[in-house]
DNA sequence: CAGGCTTAATAATTAGTTAATAATCTTGTG
DNA sequence: CACAAGATTATTAACTAATTATTAAGCCTG
């Protein structure tokens, strides 16, 4: 396994230097940021495998960093905090977070959180850009190009897309986008679906009418038509 | 679907009912346990499909109890992780389990993870396709070839000709064939299989009239010939 | 207050069922 | 062994139901 760049956020300095003793045992290489434009800053500039993210930090909080992060990257994320009541986990959650570590709480313990994230993930490791047709997804710059020009797609519009486009051919239904789009399905109106796939068209398709990328596969899902 | 049977165990009744609750809402069937030993004598008794497991228990804990079922069956388990500072819910972690969810946590959540599970696991069970004479099926695709060619069938065709040719030379009865088109159930006019096999014969056989790979079986139902 | 996600309503499309008739099979009988 | 009566299946097309496309309004978040 090629090591992992982990990005570890928080304004304690001492917090920090301990997980990153611990990551580095696991062979990871650890970047840190102390505060939330630091953060951005190193995400972007470093684009690393995961990210270690305190909910409170001075400037921008950690809440808030992970709905920005979320906007352009599905990038792992692990909040750290302090509070221990059920909604604040909640909150943490449905922003996009993939797992959620109360302080105080034990280096190994977050060390190991960060191999299961890794353990489960390696269905979604993959190239850096998919071309299929006149698509082109990059991925660490989190951009589409059809025919060579950008086209702007939301966050959702985007993760709908990678997942079309790391299986060509496989049939999603409704369900399964919605995991592929949010972390987990919280029992949303899956016919909101309906409305991406036909944004997506809109901006991508030559002829939305008859669809040559995104198939309607009656009665099961969409798909990405093959190459 | 045939329902799923699933395990909870905590030593905390309400937690268990709250699950419970929530699991049946989807359509499981839920088994309980309130310690280890418990666990145990209902896992190997019941065979459940999957395992809600709570990290500490009374006797023998949660991480005990996963190796112990890791070393006579690959039954998915998810654990409940309490939050603490203790380490063996770490070894948890790496003990086998498939997922893992942190206390407090939603229902709601717990729920989506499951069906998530049960989603994934068919896909990396099953086989991907199955090939028959000149027809091959592929899953992830929802595709049929005849000849290497590609054949459009319904959603209901689709199902019919899966249960045909896993299980080929075996005869289905109407009942049968309706009950693999649709979720169990189903109270409708069994005739309309006739016109499904018709339609079906029409896109796959050589020489409808002569049926070389759905055959009639007069007064019982129809059958795949066999390889 | 703008962008983006969801919801909801309705139009368009596709599929599934029903029902009627034709064809075929089974069995009992001469 | 041939044949007819009854039963079962094949075929067809009209009818009904289900699914998807499209549009627009509302809502939340930033």
Redesign the pocket.
């Not at 309607?216 to 969409?222: E, F, H, N």
């Given at each position: 396994m090629p090591a992992k760049k982990i990005l570890v956020v928080d304004d304690d300095v001492k917090t920090v230097e301990l997980v990153k003793l611990y990551l580095e045992r696991d062979g990871c290489t650890v970047l840190t940021a102390y505060d939330g434009l630091e953060a951005l800053r190193t995400f972007r500039e470093n684009h690393p495998h995961l990210i270690v993210l305190d909910v409170m930090l001075p400037g921008i909080n950690g809440?808030?960093i992970c709905?920005?992060l979320r906007g352009e990257s599905d990038v792992p994320i692990i909040m750290l905090t302090a509070r221990t009541r059920d909604e604040d986990k909640l909150t943490g959650l449905?922003?996009g977070a993939d797992d959620y570590v109360t302080k105080p709480f034990s280096p190994g313990e977050l060390a190991a959180r960060v191999r299961a994230i890794f353990r489960r993930l390696p269905a979604e490791r993959g190239p850096t850009e998919i071309t299929s047709g006149d698509i082109v997804m990059n991925f660490p710059k989190r951009e589409v190009y059809l025919k060579g020009k950008p086209v702007?797609l939301?966050?959702?519009?985007f993760k709908i897309l990678a997942a079309f486009l790391k299986e060509p051919g496989r049939v999603f239904d409704?369900v399964e986008l919605?995991e592929k789009?949010?972390g987990y399905d919280f029992e949303?109106?899956d016919?909101?679906?309906?409305?991406?796939?036909?944004?997506l068209?809109?901006k991508l398709e030559p002829d939305?009418?008859k669809?040559k990328y995104i198939r309607?596969?009656?009665?099961?899902?969409?798909k990405f038509a093959e190459a």
């Open positions: 809440v808030e709905r920005i449905d922003t702007s939301t966050a959702v519009e409704r919605i789009a949010f949303s109106y016919r909101a679906i309906d409305v991406h796939v036909f944004n068209r809109r939305p009418k669809p309607t596969v009656y009665g099961a899902g969409y």
